[in-house]
């Protein structure tokens, strides 16, 4: 059952996933890559390794589907800008608050600022996402 409905008000922040992304969920085989390796990534002029894009962005992915389960998965959309790079080894946090609501049809899409925060609190990930909850 979806925990955020059409009753609940702008402003609401949603649950935080958090999850520390390591060098080794990276790996392919033996090859060495900026995302699973800290030398490779200093070759390339980085501090150490990358965390791949798609997979810090799906902490938002499960915050929302967590939030509105199928209003999600049928009606979500989404809008994300990549500042910053998330480190490897280093955790990750997925927040979103309530910004506002439209009548769709039969529905209400419900808006929200979403972003992801690095360790040293910086935002490496911001945008919005939308999802469609019963009843306008």
Not at 95 to 107: L, N, R, Y
Not at 120 to 126: L, Q
Request: proline residues 4%.
């Amino acid at each position: 059952m979806a925990i955020i409905g059409k009753d609940t008000p702008v402003g609401t922040e949603l649950p935080v996933f958090a999850r520390r992304f390591r060098n080794e969920m990276f790996a392919m085989g033996d090859i060495k890559t900026i995302h699973n390796d800290d030398a490779a990534a200093q070759r390339e002029g980085l501090p150490r390794a990358v965390a791949v894009g798609p997979q810090v962005a799906a902490l938002i992915f499960r915050m929302m589907r967590c939030c509105f389960e199928e209003g999600w998965i049928v009606g979500g959309r989404v809008a994300l800008t990549f500042r910053r790079p998330v480190w490897s080894n280093d955790f990750a946090t997925a927040h979103g608050v309530i910004k506002g609501k439209e009548v769709e049809s039969d529905k209400v899409r419900v808006v929200c600022d979403v972003w992801v925060e690095r360790g040293d609190g910086e935002k490496a990930i911001v945008g919005t996402c939308s999802a469609l909850v019963p009843g306008a």
